[in-house]
């Protein structure tokens, strides 16, 4: 069974940074292209960035383009992104999402991002 | 970048038949795999359509995708409704590895 378990959201300022982290259990997680989506409360789902599976390829949304930076550990099974120059606009529940193909076929549950003074 | 555009609600009875569009606004729905995810309150996204018309291991025959090229859009279905499939329902495709979600359409099952 594959599972993401996603860590490091919270409260922190505009402008400051926090660094997110999922961590995956269950079948090879080297093969996978990793995403990050996000969803403001209420609202819906948006994509953020995705990793391809080692490492050598990243894609960003214009929104956090420049700003955010994904990466991976395979030997760890972890995916991370970390986000500086945060902005209210960035207030959301983040997700990691294990990719086969165009598909996010396993959702982590979510970490809180608020970014408020 | 394209966006893809579904009704904000839909409602209907237990045991009805539901269609959710999700219209493409350029290039081709055809071009592009579509997939469907359902959003249960206070839960995760999960898949229950992928590649247009292809359902994981597990997701009831019930739920059915399909995609029109006429009106450029790709459709699901859900027959039989049940009280568990009101949720919030979202597509997503994707262009040169960017991902394209669907505002999202709440389903209503009364």
């Known amino acids: 069974e594959v599972q993401l378990v996603e860590s490091g959201g919270g409260l922190v300022q505009p402008g400051g940074s926090l660094r997110l982290s999922c961590a995956a259990s269950?079948?090879?997680?080297?093969?996978?292209?990793m995403h990050w989506v996000r969803q403001v409360p209420g609202k819906g789902l948006v994509w953020v960035s995705r990793i391809n599976s080692d490492g050598s390829s990243t894609t960003y949304a214009d929104s956090v383009k420049g700003r955010f930076t994904i990466s991976r550990d395979n030997a760890r099974k972890t995916v991370s992104l970390q986000m500086n120059s945060l902005r209210a606009e960035d207030t959301a529940v983040y997700y990691c999402?294990?990719?086969?193909?165009?598909?996010?076929?396993?959702w982590g549950q979510g970490t809180l991002v608020t970014v408020s003074s | 970048n394209f966006m893809l555009t579904q009704p904000h609600s839909v409602s209907e009875s237990p045991g009805k038949t539901v269609t959710i569009s999700c219209t493409r606004s350029?290039?081709?729905?055809?071009?592009?795999?579509v997939q469907w995810y359902q959003q249960r309150p206070g839960s995760s996204p999960t898949t229950v359509i992928y590649?247009?018309?292809?359902?994981p291991s597990g997701v009831p025959d019930r739920f059915s995708g399909s995609i029109d090229s006429s009106s450029n859009s790709a459709s699901l279905t859900i027959s039989g409704l049940k009280t568990e499939d009101e949720a919030d329902y979202y597509c997503?495709?994707?262009?040169?590895?960017?991902?394209?979600f669907g505002g999202g359409t709440k389903l209503t099952v009364l």
């Open positions: 269950g079948s090879t997680f080297s093969n996978y292209w």
């Open positions: 997503q495709s994707y262009d040169s590895s960017i991902w394209v």
């Open positions: 999402a294990r990719a086969v193909g165009n598909v996010a076929r396993y």
């Open positions: 350029s290039g081709s729905i055809a071009s592009n795999y």
């Open positions: 590649e247009d018309n292809q359902r």
